[in-house]
Each structure stands twice: as structure tokens, then as C-alpha cells.
């Protein structure tokens, strides 16, 4: 025991608050594990205090929980499934092209922490291998979950794992895929618990807390993968302390991480708690489940859209391409631009204003989807069947088969197929064990012939939102779609950012629209319609506009972190500033969704521009040359020894 009322961990040094089952420092855990009892001793008891076995140094030396503590704590180049760890490596070579006195990179991430519920008190009776049979295959599935969604299992910490989401591998949407991963965590125990209990009759559950915040990467190991880094502030104590006031089968969130994730998911407000090591309680949330809204777009209608502004010569040229489409020449519309320049707003205005009179049927792609094959097309279906998250399987073969045969009978022998793709199995039905190249042949046959047919009896205006996050299956049903749409009355909408690549533009049938930033008279228009027209506002609207550069989602954002800090007053659209805290121009932080958008995009960048990148961002956005004060002479011979 430290002094006074802190534990120290044994593995950092670090002085931890009393009680602490996780060291803030470097996510340890404080407990140590008697070898005879199983009982959980301090880190720096020499003698049991259930037992009295002499603890020895070997012993008192190794931090981590769980049977055997011999063991030594795994490298995450061994749990780490290739495809991540080559992604973690060149995140290294970046880091190491920056230089060793970088001092590494600040990232918002979020962190979660699992462990098993009670695992001391089940494992007491046991030996260490059959303790280690019943924990392992708990800390696998936990750490498939993380993988699943690309994220990074810093620590595994005998019964349960560190993983953070957003570091090293950067994501727009960590606190998504934090959170998507923690329930499939959660489904999955919940099945491996069942054959356990039923096996050994043994109860299984875990906890699962989840924060988001800010670390400084410092580096990554080639060898191992293992990563040092520093919280920045209280990062990953507050997710050790949301995990460690979890009840069993349950996940706590930050109040950060629920206002990054409220809509996507389903919470209940716990109230608040206080955290020890912060003067103010924290808010909790539990996450009971998936939330109704699934887009950007979709959260930000929930909450209420801004005016729609500019845009006005795109909007014709859809107009344009819908009436070519309805007088039976099938056409193609691709939106291409940079995250948040308002591809979907886009789209989502186009349909409220010239749809009328056409079936519209919209999916969408996910930034993790390229690891669930086929899934905008289940949701294409889904949406044409009005199939709901409420049905079960036989509404699903009942909304299909009805909607199907009264559209044509000549479609039943389809039918199978898109039963098939929508997860309903008939009986006897040699679907699963048909050659899967010949099943998706006919399941995208199915589904082309479905839209081609509808399109007979209205007007089809189809969408496909993000082709940059689209999966191969679905990719490749778009050009067997495509080689159908100049025939048929249909409007394929696609829109996806620019390094998405296809081989379709030079069809005749394909437009293509290049969606840039705001011009300075619209960004001012929106910026009215977010804020209002109080005196007050004018340097505030003068430094957005500097700062986002005509962005529409990056203005929205700015606007909406502003009035959650309370430096907005009064309500959207109406705004007004009583104090001038914007006089420094640090005072305008980036967003946490803006931030996310903005270090995918730069992680995805070569290693020689990242490094440009980053050196150009601490010189500034503007800057002299080093040879704007040489004469001509000394110019010329300076140009030609830097070229």
C-alpha cells in the first residue's frame, strides 16, 4: 500500500486512488491472485489474508488477474488477425517518419473495457487449467468482437481486455464501433453462457464500460504490436471506472460517448456517480440496444435540419436525369465529394422535392460494412418488402411472397433466392449447399428482375449511399443492376467520396456530379440559418467560415458543440454570444465528429504526405518562403539545390 489512501501498480509505479481494481496509468489491474486460494490480495501484500501462504517476490511481481498467474500477459501481435496488424504497422512507419522527438500523435479515441463478472469467486475451487479452459475461450470472444469492428485490444488482462477504438487505426465513427462491438460482445456470451450452464452449470456474464477521449500515441512496436501511450487527462480511467460500476450483462457509457452515439443506440439515463479523481459526478448510460437512426443524415433530421442552401444547378441536373428515366431511358446519377460537403442532404432534398409519382427505395453502406457481405441489399429488400424490425420469420416469408406474386407470378421461382438472402431457409431447399458463385449469380438475378419489373409499374428511383464503405458482394450486384438500368424506368442514385473507384462512368446512361464546399455567400447563408442575425454573431460567423472552408457538416457541428458548451444562448436559428470568448482563435476547438472525419482521412494518406501534412500544420496555413527576402541570384541557386 502506497501513502496515504492510494495502491500502487506494480507494473508502472503509478499511484492509484484506494480501490481501484484498474491502474489509471497503464490499465493494469491492481489485484493480485494468491496461488493457493484464488483470493484477491493487494498488489504489495507479502502474505495472504485468507490463506497466509507466503507470497513471494515472483509472485507480488505480476500484476495481472485470473488463473494461472504464472502466465505471462500476451503480445497483441498474437491475438491480432493479420489484416489489422499490417494496418497497425504502417501507422508505425508514419509515426516513425515524424521522427523519434515527434512526441507522438494526440488522438481522440474511445476506450472500452470487459472482464468477466465474479471471476474470482468462480475459478476458487478450480486449478489453474481448467480455470484458464473456462476464461479463455470468454476473453476470445470478446476480443473477435473488438476485431470485428478494426478495433485494437491494447491489454488482455487475464479475465477481460483494454481495447481502444480510433488508435492506432483511425476511424470517423470509433464511438460507433465501440459500441456496435460491446453488444456483439454481449450476444455472443450470452450463447457461449447458455452451453456452459447447460455443460458445467456454471454462470457466465460480463461487464462491459465504455468512454470516450483523448491519448497521445507514442509509439508501436514492430515485434509485438504493443503500443505506449498517454492518457490525456482521465481517458481510460473513466472507462475502467464505467466498467467497474457495470452490473453483470450490462454496458455503461460516458456522458461523451453517449452524445456521440444517442440515436445509433437505445440508453437509459443512470443518473450520476461520482468518479474518484474528478470533482464533478459523471453522468452514466446504459445501453439497452440498437437506436432507431442509422445515418448522419437521419440524426441530423431527429434533431432538426438546417435550411437547405445552394446546390440549385445539381438539383437540375437530377431533374433532368428523372425525366429521361421516366420516359423509359434508364439513368445513372454518381455524387462525388469530399465527408460532410452534403452528398446525402443532397439526395435527401432531390426526393422531397421532385419524387412524386416514383417508388423510392434507399440503402445505404457503413464505414465497417465491408466486414458484413450483402448487407445494403438486405436492407434494399427489406425496404421494398416494408419488412420491420418487429417481424419475425414467418412475416418475412409472408410480406414477400405476397408482395412478390401480386407484382407477377412469373417472379415465384425467384422467390427462394430473396428468401434466401433475407435469412429464411425453406424447408428442404438445397440453397445452402448450392456452389455459392451459382447462388449469388441467381440471388442478383432475383433481385434485378424484381426492380426491372416494378419499374413497368412506376417510376423506380433507387439509391445507394457511400459506395466508398460498400462491400465486394454488393459491388459487384451493382454492375449486373447497371447493365440493366438503360432499359428500364429507373434512376440509380450512387453517391461515395473520391477514392472510390468503378468502371462504369463512361456508360451512356451515367452523369456525374462533383459536389465542392459552399461558396462564401451560401456558407453565409447556412451560417445565418444555424445562428440567427444577433450583432454578437459577426466574429463568431467570420471564424467558422475561416475554419471550415464552406463545409456544410463541419459548420453544423461547430455550431451544435458550441451551444451544448453554452456559449451559444437561446435557441438554434436564434442564437446570441453575451461574453466574447472567442477573441483567441484556440478557443474554436475541432469537434469530436469532426476530428474523427478529418484523422481517417489523413491516416489514409501515403506516409511521405502524412509526414508533409503534419509538419505543414505546424507551420501554419499560411506561410513566406524560406527565399521571399533572397535576391534574384541567391534565389535561383537556392531553388535549384531544394529541386
Request: proline share 6%; charged share 25%; aromatic share 6%.
Amino acid at each position: 500500500m502506497a501513502s496515504g489512501d492510494e495502491m500502487r501498480c506494480t507494473n508502472c509505479q503509478f499511484e492509484n486512488p484506494a480501490g481501484a481494481r484498474v491502474c489509471e496509468e497503464c490499465g493494469q489491474r491492481l489485484a493480485l491472485i494468491c496461488p493457493q486460494c484464488r483470493h484477491e490480495c493487494s498488489p504489495t501484500a507479502k502474505f495472504c489474508e485468507a490463506c497466509g501462504v507466503v507470497l513471494t517476490d515472483t509472485v507480488a511481481a505480476t500484476p495481472r488477474p485470473g488463473p494461472p498467474p504464472a502466465l505471462p500477459v500476451p503480445a497483441p501481435i498474437l491475438y491480432t488477425p493479420p489484416h489489422l496488424a499490417e494496418r497497425i504497422r504502417a501507422e508505425q512507419a508514419a509515426m516513425e517518419a515524424k521522427g523519434a522527438d515527434a512526441g507522438g500523435e494526440r488522438k481522440t479515441i474511445t476506450a472500452l473495457f470487459a472482464d468477466m463478472a465474479g471471476s474470482t469467486a468462480l475459478i476458487q475451487d478450480l486449478d489453474p487449467e481448467e480455470a484458464r479452459s473456462l476464461i479463455d475461450p470468454v476473453v476470445t470472444l470478446m476480443m473477435d468482437a473488438v476485431h470485428h469492428y478494426e478495433g485494437y485490444v491494447a491489454k488482455s488482462l487475464g479475465d477481460g481486455i483494454l481495447a481502444l477504438f480510433g488508435a492506432p487505426i483511425a476511424h470517423e465513427d470509433h464511438a460507433l464501433r465501440a459500441l456496435f462491438a460491446a453488444l456483439r460482445m454481449q450476444q455472443s456470451m450470452h450463447r457461449h453462457s447458455d452451453r456452459v450452464r447447460l455443460e458445467q452449470g456454471i454462470p457466465l456474464q460480463i461487464r462491459v464500460g465504455v468512454h470516450t477521449g483523448e491519448v497521445v500515441v507514442r509509439s508501436i512496436r514492430k515485434d509485438d504490436l504493443r503500443t505506449d501511450y498517454d492518457p490525456v487527462g482521465h481517458t481510460i480511467h473513466i472507462a475502467a471506472r464505467m466498467e467497474g460500476v457495470a452490473t453483470p450483462s450490462s454496458i455503461l457509457v460516458s456522458e461523451s460517448t453517449h452524445r456521440l452515439t444517442e440515436g445509433y443506440f437505445e440508453f437509459k439515463a443512470l443518473g450520476r456517480t461520482q468518479i474518484k479523481g474528478l470533482r464533478e459526478p459523471l453522468a452514466v448510460y446504459e445501453v439497452l440496444g440498437l437506436g432507431a437512426l442509422r445515418t448522419r443524415l437521419q440524426v441530423g433530421a431527429h434533431r432538426g435540419l438546417a435550411r437547405f442552401v445552394g446546390r440549385e444547378a445539381e438539383l437540375e441536373r437530377l431533374g433532368e436525369a428523372l425525366e429521361r428515366a421516366r420516359g423509359g431511358q434508364g439513368q445513372i446519377v454518381g455524387v462525388v465529394g469530399e465527408a460532410g460537403v452534403g452528398k446525402s442532404r443532397l439526395f435527401h432534398e432531390f426526393k422531397a422535392r421532385l419524387a412524386q409519382g416514383c417508388m423510392v427505395l434507399e440503402t445505404f453502406s457503413v464505414s465497417h460494412g465491408k466486414a458484413f457481405p450483402y448487407l445494403p441489399l438486405i436492407d434494399l429488400l427489406r425496404n421494398y418488402f416494408q419488412i420491420t424490425a418487429q417481424d419475425d420469420e414467418r412475416r418475412y416469408r409472408e410480406k414477400a411472397t405476397g408482395r412478390l406474386l401480386i407484382l407477377d407470378r412469373a417472379l415465384e421461382e425467384h422467390l427462394p433466392y430473396l428468401l434466401y438472402l433475407l435469412g429464411v431457409v425453406e424447408p428442404d431447399s438445397a440453397l445452402p449447399t448450392m456452389d455459392p458463385a451459382i447462388r449469388r449469380q441467381r440471388t442478383f438475378e432475383a433481385i434485378v428482375r424484381l426492380l426491372v419489373r416494378e419499374s413497368q409499374n412506376q417510376m423506380l428511383m433507387v439509391l445507394f449511399e457511400d459506395l466508398q464503405w460498400l462491400d465486394s458482394e454488393t459491388e459487384a450486384f451493382l454492375d449486373v443492376l447497371i447493365a440493366e438500368v438503360p432499359g428500364a424506368r429507373i434512376l440509380l442514385l450512387v453517391n461515395y467520396r473520391p477514392e472510390y473507384r468503378h468502371d462504369w462512368g463512361s456508360q451512356p446512361c451515367y452523369t456525374q456530379l462533383s459536389l465542392e464546399p459552399l461558396g462564401q455567400a451560401e456558407a453565409q447563408g447556412l451560417l445565418t440559418a444555424l445562428l440567427g442575425d444577433d450583432p454578437s454573431l459577426v466574429p463568431l460567423k467570420q471564424l467558422i467560415l475561416s475554419r471550415t472552408e464552406g463545409n456544410p457538416f463541419f459548420m453544423e457541428e461547430v455550431v451544435q458543440t458550441l451551444a451544448e458548451e453554452n456559449i451559444l444562448l437561446g435557441q438554434p436559428g436564434d442564437y446570441r454570444i453575451e461574453k466574447a470568448p472567442l477573441a483567441a482563435p484556440l478557443a474554436l476547438h475541432i469537434p469530436t465528429t469532426v476530428q474523427g472525419v478529418l484523422a481517417a482521412r489523413i491516416d489514409r494518406l501515403p506516409v511521405p504526405q502524412k509526414e508533409l501534412l503534419q509538419t505543414l500544420a505546424v507551420i501554419g496555413a499560411e506561410f513566406l518562403p524560406a527565399w521571399s527576402g533572397m535576391s534574384r541570384g541567391s534565389r535561383k541557386s537556392c531553388c535549384t539545390r531544394c529541386w
